[in-house]
């Protein structure tokens, strides 16, 4: 299986959307807990590094292209 890598500002697809309807979710704090914020709604959700790779489906844009 192949790593999911991430940085800080990608956006990414969650394997759950976000109750507004949006799931493109861009990275705006990285550290022990990952910082998300919905493009859909502005929301921000703060998640557990572990919990964050457990529910990242996919990285859609890599901030480094
Ligand atoms: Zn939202």
């Given amino acids: 299986m192949v790593d999911k890598e991430f940085q800080l500002h990608d956006i990414v697809q969650m ?8 799931n493109r979710w861009k990275i705006i704090r990285m550290g022990m807990d990952i ?6 709604c502005d929301h921000s959700v703060m998640i557990p590094r572990r919990e964050f790779t457990k ?3 996919k990285v859609l844009e890599s901030a480094s292209n």
Avoid at 15 to 22: D, F, I
Avoid at 35 to 40: D, F, Q
Wanted: with cysteine.
């Fill in 55 to 57: 529910k990242l489906k």
């Fill in 35 to 40: 910082r998300i914020k919905c493009l859909g």
């Fill in 15 to 22: 394997k759950k959307p976000h109750p507004c309807g949006e």
